[in-house]
């Protein structure tokens, strides 16, 4: 590798590209990465980690609902969007710093500026000029997609810019039924805005459970989020008021911010990939082995570019997955099932392994569906309406549990406990085993025995 000025090029600081060459910097390889924008991609700059502040600052209207319940006086309140957002600011300031230093102390160098493909062991950075490497690594992530074509989309704003807003505006429409489109709609609701959520399907969140999207929905509109379902805005208009969405069924939308929350793309465009020989796959993801190895033998890509698993951890097990392979001799990759997913939803979800819908479709009837949809005492103590939904999908015969969900406070730091488990193969009867802790919510998991049944069946019995 002395023919090259590096021995490893990584393309985008983002958590994936920086475990990556902070692990292959270990191992005495001379690292160079490229980062466009700031250090930390799209988790830290403008991604989970901002988001999650603003979930929690969203959050305490409830809180003062509920302390109201629980005898506490609560008086007048406001919410100052400025000042949280240069407190949110400086902590990703802080935040994105701390990576530059793990960088560099690793002995792995650092320069800003978009890189691109001159061939499979050429790479070009603005403002740096030529270098060659022997190995390249690709991790630029993803970025919101939009609707370039709908008239009028130049006035709406995506989920970047939503960390950005100078005001916080009294009304807002956001568009689309994943999990960014859920959970933005219920951080602008709990700060006071007017919310509706226009999404063309006929459910939210697309690849959970049924029953979770359901229950989330109901949730939500019980807090005061409007949803449209089967709708489709087809043009937006600036007008002295704000912004008009026409929708594709004659029904006009008012706001003061649209922003589209439509999922999110690959970032290739400008890499020069095809330069390189890099084959990417049909929805424009970069094409890689279980290694994250693409078809030129020197190109790797780990993270939301290769559009497997779009989440930060599994980022980050990917890059170090490649650099021990590659680095330390250490034949790695990373398995990709079982992992456990959530949303910051209001209330927020918790999810790993199968649907009910997907173990149907792979096992067929064998299989048992354990769920209940309960008032946590929290809430009944007070009157409260939230409620919440644990559900195991379990496998006839053999027990094991291929699949389990919760909606209720807290489900995003339940469902990281039973992960471990499930990763493990537990069964019911040894999850059964375990004696509850109470009183507590997560209790509700290992006390289900009634088995649920589908509403067909339920009434033949």
Not at 278 to 285: D, I
Not at 290 to 300: A, E, L, Q, R
Request: include cysteine; glycine fraction near 10%; charge should be negative.
């Amino acid at each position: 590798m002395a023919d090259y000025d590096y021995d490893l090029f990584v393309i985008g600081a983002g958590s994936g590209g920086v475990r990556a060459a902070r692990v292959a910097a270990m191992s005495g390889a001379r690292v160079l990465v490229a980062e466009e924008h700031r250090v930390g991609g799209t988790c830290v700059i403008r991604g989970c980690v901002p988001k999650k502040f603003i979930v929690y600052a969203s959050e305490y209207s409830k809180h003062f609902e509920t302390a109201r319940g629980y005898g506490w006086d609560i008086g007048e309140t406001s919410f100052d969007w400025p000042r949280f957002l240069m407190s949110k600011d400086n902590e990703i300031a802080r935040l994105s710093g701390i990576y530059v230093r793990n960088l560099q102390n690793a002995g792995a160098e650092l320069v800003h500026g978009k890189a691109r493909l001159i061939d499979r062991h050429t790479v070009e950075v603005e403002g740096r000029g030529q270098v060659t490497a022997a190995k390249i690594l690709v991790a630029t992530g993803g970025r919101p997609w939009m609707p370039h074509d709908l008239p009028g989309v130049e006035h709406a704003i995506t989920s970047n810019e939503a960390f950005h807003l100078t005001e916080l505006p009294k009304r807002i429409v956001i568009v689309g039924g994943g999990y960014i489109a859920v959970e933005f709609a219920g951080i602008f609701n709990g700060l006071g805005v007017d919310t509706t959520l226009v999404h063309r399907g006929p459910n939210l969140l697309r690849g959970f459970d049924d029953d979770v999207r359901s229950h989330v929905a109901q949730q939500m509109e019980e807090r005061g989020v409007k949803i449209r379902l089967g709708a489709q805005i087809g043009s937006i208009e600036k007008t002295a008021d704000g912004l008009v969405g026409a929708c594709l069924d004659g029904h006009n939308l008012n706001a003061d911010v649209i922003m589209f929350a439509t999922g999110r793309e690959p970032y290739t465009e400008g890499l020069g990939l095809e330069a390189a020989g890099v084959e990417l796959t049909k929805t424009g993801a970069i094409k890689v082995d279980d290694y994250s190895k693409t078809n030129v033998d020197n190109i790797w890509a780990v993270g939301d570019v290769t559009d497997r698993i779009n989440l930060t951890p599994v980022a980050i097990r990917e890059g170090q997955a490649f650099a021990l392979t590659v680095f330390h001799d250490q034949p790695t990759r990373f398995d990709h099932e079982m992992v456990a997913s959530a949303v910051f939803s209001q209330p927020p979800v918790g999810s790993v392994g199968l649907s009910e819908a997907e173990a149907r479709h792979q096992y067929g009837p064998k299989i048992d569906i354990y769920m209940a949809n309960l008032r946590p005492m929290k809430e009944t103590f007070y009157g409260g309406h939230v409620r919440c939904l644990m559900k195991l999908v379990v496998e006839q015969g053999t027990e094991k549990i291929l699949g389990c969900h919760v909606v209720a406070p807290d489900a995003p730091e339940i469902i990281q406990m039973a992960a471990v488990a499930i990763k493990m193969g537990v069964t019911k009867a040894q999850w059964d085993s375990t004696c509850a802790v109470h009183p507590t919510l997560a209790e509700e998991l290992v006390t289900m025995r009634e088995k649920h049944l589908p509403p067909s069946l339920g009434q033949v019995a």
